[in-house]
């Protein structure tokens, strides 16, 4: 029996989002944003300072439509990942892109981490963000 109620709105039923945004605090908010900018090279699409007690950036994934926020709180914005299996995972199926990315990634001292899943084995690298988030960048596409 479907206990849900008709009259609901889903996404299905037109109520699609224009843009969805990934946000998370930090206590590390320069090492993580040259994490994710400066070597995973997110595009910078607009960033805050003070709006009552917090800062933050918002980075693309790549462009508006969907985004990261990383944000700071002047009393502290501790957020260490829950588990190594929590993943934001990056498709580049352009070997050559691939390639450059991982190069410049490991240059930068951001040495690939093991996944906990083993999935992730032989197709692409994993890394491990400031706070403990993991990053996978895959070689192949996802779905």
Request: charged residues 25%; hydrophobic residues 30%; aromatic residues 10%.
């Given at each position: 029996?479907?206990?849900?109620?008709?009259?609901?709105?889903?996404?299905?039923?037109?109520?699609?989002?224009?843009?969805?945004?990934?946000?998370?605090?930090?206590?590390?908010?320069?090492?993580?944003?040259?994490?994710?900018?400066?070597?995973?090279?997110?595009?910078?699409?607009?960033?805050?300072?003070?709006?009552?007690?917090?800062?933050?950036?918002?980075?693309?994934?790549?462009?508006?439509?969907?985004?990261?926020?990383?944000?700071?709180?002047?009393?502290?914005?501790?957020?260490?990942?829950?588990?190594?299996?929590?993943?934001?995972?990056?498709?580049?199926?352009?070997?050559?892109?691939?390639?450059?990315?991982n190069r410049h990634m490991q240059a930068l001292g951001?040495?690939?981490?093991?996944?906990?899943?083993?999935?992730?084995?032989?197709?692409?690298?994993?890394?491990?963000?400031p706070d403990g988030w993991r990053v996978v960048v895959?070689?192949?596409?996802?779905?």
């Amino acid at each position: 029996m479907n206990t849900q109620s008709k009259s609901s709105l889903t996404l299905t039923d037109g109520a699609l989002p224009v843009q969805v945004r990934f946000a998370r605090p930090t206590d590390k908010f320069q090492e993580v944003v040259a994490f994710y900018h400066g070597g995973l090279g997110l595009p910078e699409l607009d960033r805050f300072e003070g709006h009552d007690g917090y800062s933050g950036i918002m980075l693309g994934l790549p462009g508006r439509e969907v985004h990261l926020e990383f944000t700071e709180h002047r009393d502290g914005s501790p957020c260490r990942a829950p588990s190594q299996d929590n993943l934001l995972v990056l498709y580049i199926t352009d070997q050559t892109a691939y390639d450059r990315l991982n190069r410049h990634m490991q240059a930068l001292g951001h040495a690939p981490v093991e996944p906990e899943n083993p999935y992730w084995l032989g197709r692409s690298f994993t890394y491990e963000d400031p706070d403990g988030w993991r990053v996978v960048v895959c070689r192949e596409t996802g779905i």
